[in-house]
Each structure stands twice: as C-alpha cells, then as structure tokens.
C-alpha cells in the first residue's frame, strides 16, 4: 500500500517584498528559475536584490555570475538600491564570478563549452557556502558565442551542475532577444520556474508587471501583478487580493466621530471596514475624514492620513481651524500626515509607500483623500487595483479606511465601481441642495453593510467647532441624486453660513 499525499517542494523565501505571496511562499529549493523581461523591466535588479534579501534577511550567502556588466558597474548598482555589496563580498557571503566580455573580445566562432566558468562557478559556491547563484543574463551569451545550440547545450549542463550543488539559481534572459526568446521557447519546457517581468508603455506612463508563469510542482497565483523599483529598497510587487475573504472579522464598533453620525451607522463603523466618503468638493468630506481620525487619537489609537490634494501645513491649519489640534499626536508619533501630489510618483510606487508607513506605524484608522485626486494619474485597472488593493490591506489588518471621493458639483453624482462602491462597507453621501435663494449641505448613509442604518437625509453645517448634523428631512420632497434643474427643496435644511 502506497501513501498517495502529495509532498509539496520546498520553498526558499525571496525575501523580496510581496513577491513571495504571489509565487505561493517563493522559488523551489535547489532548482532554477528563468527571469524574463525586456530591457528596463528589472532584470538585473530582481537578480542581485535574490541575493541581498538572501543574504539580509537569511543569513545565506550568494554567487553572482555576469555575463554582461562589470562587477564594479555592478557594486554601484546595487549601492544605489541600498545593497552593501562590497562590505559583503569584504565579510565572504558574497561573491562575483566575472564571466563578462572584454574590451577586445568580438563574437567567438568555432567549438567552446562551458567547463572552466563551470568550474569557476563551483569554487566560488563552496567558497563562500552559498545556497543561492544569480546568472545575469544568458542573453550575453547568445550575443558573444556564435553557435546557439552550442550555448543552449552549455548552459544546460551548467544548471544541472548547479543543480547537483544543492543550490537555487536564478538566471535572467532578454525577452526581446531573438535568440534568447528561443532558449527560452526552449526553456519553458525544461525550466522548474519561470517569472516574467513586464514594462509596458500605457499613455505616458510606463508599468510594471510581474507574473510567475510556471512554478513546476508549487501552487501559486496566476497572473501579472504590478511592482515598482524604490531607491533605496529595490522591487517591491504588490500581491492584489491578498485576503482570501476567509480572515477572521470584527463585530467590534468605531465611533465616527459624531454621536449623531453613529445612530445613523447603526452605533458606528466596523473595526475592519471600509468606508467612501463622496460628495462634491467644499462639501465637508475631508471634514468627515479628519474628525474621524481626531476621535481615535482621542481614543489612544495610532492614525495615518495619506492627503494627494493638500500638504501636511494646510492639513494641520485645517484641523485647527476646526478646533482639532493634532500636534501632540505628531510629536507622539501616533499620527502620521503623508502627503504629496499623486503625479509625484506611480500609483504603484503611491500604494508601496503606504504599505511600508502601515508596517512601521501599525494605524488603527486610516484616510485617503481624496480617492479622486489619485486617480488621474492612472489607467483604470491600475486605480481598480490600487482600489483592491487597499481594501485587502483593510481587511487584513483589521484597520477602519476611510476613502474620500468627488463627485460632480450639482448633477447626479455617486461614487462609481471603479472607486470601490462595490467593495466599501459604508458609504456616505455629502451633498448640496438650493434651498430658495441660497445653498444648503445635506448627509445621508446610503450604504451599511450587515448592519441597519438610519437612511434618512439630514441637513448639516460647519463652523469653527467642525461639522453638525440636524434633525432627518424626510418630511421634505428632495432627492439625493437630482439634476441640476430639479426644483429646490422647500425645506432643505440651514442655509450655508
């Protein structure tokens, strides 16, 4: 009788943030993984950051092995994305084997093999008792040597040395290389992995992809998933729809800020929900936001306000126009304002740099404002994925989010799927309404969800205390959604002050 359970490869962690999710728990123990990619998407740096992280976070020594750049051009590289590659070669957990061309070297015709840079390859790993090796790339060799089946057949036998050593390689390939783009025809048949790096140009800006298109014998997630290249940090891959939707969830309530606003919440936000805030602009959303983070500093808790429409001084001035003082949760380092224009980077690089501030801060409550602002510098998958993205983070993390979002000044205007109205728990809806011969502001919770909510419209003002919610209007003809010729509500609440 056999024992039919499967036995799943071992895995060997990257160490390179959130590609380890997306490859299931990472690169298969000692086999080899083909890295492929255009020019610019990242190749190289994917190579030396296995390394690093191998090195960093493991305490597992390494072997890079250049068949294009310099190792000098290669030191400097990797200083820039914060890699001390020369203090480790200097401490022996890394080492380089050159195998570079010369200045003088022109395309080799004739018989060669790969023996000797075998051999070297071999010394340097019991040298330094690396259990990882870094190839970069095969497509020099393809360039250098004339007879690519001779090259193919020389590689092969390299990996299967490699292979015999007990180490994990990971060797990266051209993908816009003829030659190289049939060894890895070829390849794809051989390879025990195989990670493709993309660098597409959608409108003016360029995005990266990376997706593991074969992990022989390991589950992992299918799919091209973004990444960016941070200095210093190297890649950092963003794992969308990282919660499974099988995370445990809280019953446990959170004041909005207002005690009106809770009635109208069913007795407040969940812990770990996500909340839209939309209305057109002056209408108070960022008021709403604010006052809901000032409760839970109030409450002890730590906060993070990511702002893409204002800087962290009007932000602040704002808040004390408003009679909320945040200083001493700035200087407690409870608070944090994490604020710049969104065509201050990628949405990628906006969503990294939120994911590292959630790490190290470890907030209870966080606010984007405005969800608006940040999507006018994406396409729509990309800001759909920011979106999912975030949302999982939420969850995930048993976090409350409060996202504000903008809608049009007087026509119908709702947040839309793409900003997450199908993925918020609680929307809440801020809005203006003509109101005789001035303008008057009014709140309704259109959305709870798993809890009962008070949808009544309520009109609201603002003064120098914040923001204050009247008694419901549901006596009054209005809509929340009309257009902009829709006759005024009689009795649409205090007029603007």
């Not at 091209?224 to 499974?244: N, Q, S």
């Amino acid at each position: 009788m056999t024992d039919e359970t499967p036995v799943p490869l071992e895995r060997l962690a990257t160490g390179i943030a959130g590609f380890d999710r997306i490859a299931g728990g990472g690169l298969p123990v000692g086999r080899d993984t083909l890295v492929v990619g255009e020019s610019g998407a990242g190749k190289t740096v994917l190579a030396l950051q296995f390394l690093a992280e191998g090195i960093r976070q493991y305490g597992q020594p390494g072997v890079f092995v250049t068949l294009g750049e310099q190792p000098d051009d290669l030191r400097r590289n990797a200083a820039s994305l914060g890699f001390d590659v020369a203090g480790w070669e200097q401490q022996g957990s890394w080492r380089f084997v050159d195998a570079s061309p010369t200045d003088d070297e022109g395309v080799v015709v004739g018989g060669f093999d790969f023996s000797g840079l075998t051999t070297r390859i071999l010394e340097a790993v019991r040298a330094v008792a690396a259990t990882r090796v870094a190839i970069d790339s095969v497509s020099a060799a393809f360039v250098r040597f004339a007879d690519a089946a001779a090259v193919r057949w020389a590689l092969h036998g390299l990996l299967s040395a490699l292979k015999d050593a007990g180490v994990t390689a990971l060797l990266t390939a051209e993908g816009d290389d003829e030659l190289a783009q049939e060894y890895v025809r070829i390849s794809e048949h051989a390879a025990d992995a195989i990670v493709r790096l993309d660098y597409r140009l959608l409108g003016d800006r360029r995005r990266r992809t990376v997706e593991v298109v074969k992990l022989r014998g390991c589950r992992h997630r299918s799919g091209a998933y973004p990444f960016t290249i941070r200095a210093p940090g190297g890649i950092a891959a963003v794992p969308l729809g990282g919660v499974a939707l099988s995370q445990e969830v809280s019953d446990e309530r959170v004041s909005t800020g207002h005690d009106e606003l809770d009635a109208m919440c069913g007795g407040g936000f969940f812990r770990d929900s996500v909340v839209i805030v939309a209305g057109a602009t002056g209408s108070g959303k960022t008021l709403v936001a604010t006052t809901f983070l000032v409760d839970g500093l109030a409450r002890g808790e730590r906060a993070l306000f990511v702002g893409f429409e204002e800087s962290a001084g009007q932000v602040q001035r704002n808040m004390r126009n408003w009679s909320s003082d945040i200083g001493d949760a700035l200087e407690q380092g409870r608070l944090e304002l994490l604020c710049r224009y969104p065509e201050s980077g990628s949405i990628e690089e906006h969503l990294v740099d939120i994911i590292d501030r959630l790490d190290a801060l470890r907030p209870q409550r966080v606010v984007i404002d405005s969800l608006t602002a940040l999507e006018r510098i994406a396409g729509e998958q990309a800001f759909r994925e920011f979106v999912m993205a975030m949302t999982g983070l939420v969850k995930e993390r048993r976090i409350t989010g409060m996202y504000t979002v903008a809608t049009s000044l007087f026509g119908a205007g709702h947040p839309t799927e793409a900003q997450g109205s199908v993925l918020a728990d609680t929307i809440i809806l801020l809005r203006y309404l003509e109101a005789g011969a001035s303008f008057s502001r009014i709140l309704a919770v259109l959305k709870m969800r798993g809890s009962a909510h008070d949808p009544r419209v309520r009109g609201i003002t603002i003064d120098a205390q914040g923001l204050h919610i009247g008694e419901p209007l549901d006596s009054a003809p209005l809509t929340v959604f009309p257009e902009r010729d829709t006759p005024h509500a009689p009795d649409a609440g205090p007029p603007l002050p």
